[in-house]
C-alpha cells in the first residue's frame, strides 16, 4: 500500500503559477508511476499528466501541454507538478495517483491503484 499527500494548492491569480507537491510513503516510490488528475465542482475527474518510475517518459492532457510540467523525485519519494499560466479553468482539485506499472503513463483513471486526498487550487480572473 501507498499513501499519497499532496500540498502546495491555494489561490492565485490568471497568469500566475504554483507548484504542487505530492510525498509518497509506505512502499517504494520508485516501483510506481506516478499521476495527476483534477476534478471541478460538478464535473468528473479528469487527466492532467502522468510519468514513469524514472521519469522517462511523461504525458499530458492537451489542455495543459505546454503550462504544465511533471517531475520527480525518487530519493525524496515526491512526485511535482509545476503549473505556469494559469487560467480560471484550472480551478478543481488535484489529485495524485500512484499506478503500480511502473513503466505506463496512463491518462486513464482506472489504472491507478492509490490516490490521495486532494490539494485545491483556486484561480482567480
Known amino acids: 500500500q501507498v499513501q499519497l499527500v499532496e500540498s502546495g494548492g491555494g489561490l492565485v491569480q490568471t497568469g500566475g503559477s504554483l507548484r504542487l507537491s505530492c510525498a509518497a510513503s509506505g512502499r517504494t516510490f520508485s516501483n510506481y508511476a506516478m499521476g495527476w488528475f483534477r476534478q471541478a465542482p460538478g464535473k468528473e475527474r479528469e487527466f492532467v499528466a502522468t510519468?514513469?518510475?524514472?521519469?522517462?517518459?511523461?504525458y499530458y492532457a492537451d489542455s495543459v501541454k505546454g503550462r504544465f510540467t511533471i517531475s520527480r523525485d525518487n530519493a525524496k519519494n515526491t512526485v511535482y507538478l509545476q503549473m505556469n499560466s494559469l487560467k480560471p479553468e484550472d480551478t478543481a482539485v488535484y489529485y495524485c495517483a500512484a499506478d503500480k506499472n511502473r513503466y505506463r503513463y496512463s491518462g486513464s483513471y482506472s489504472t491507478y491503484d492509490y490516490w490521495g486526498q486532494g490539494t485545491q487550487v483556486t484561480v482567480s480572473s
Open positions: 510519468i514513469t518510475w524514472n521519469g522517462g517518459n511523461t
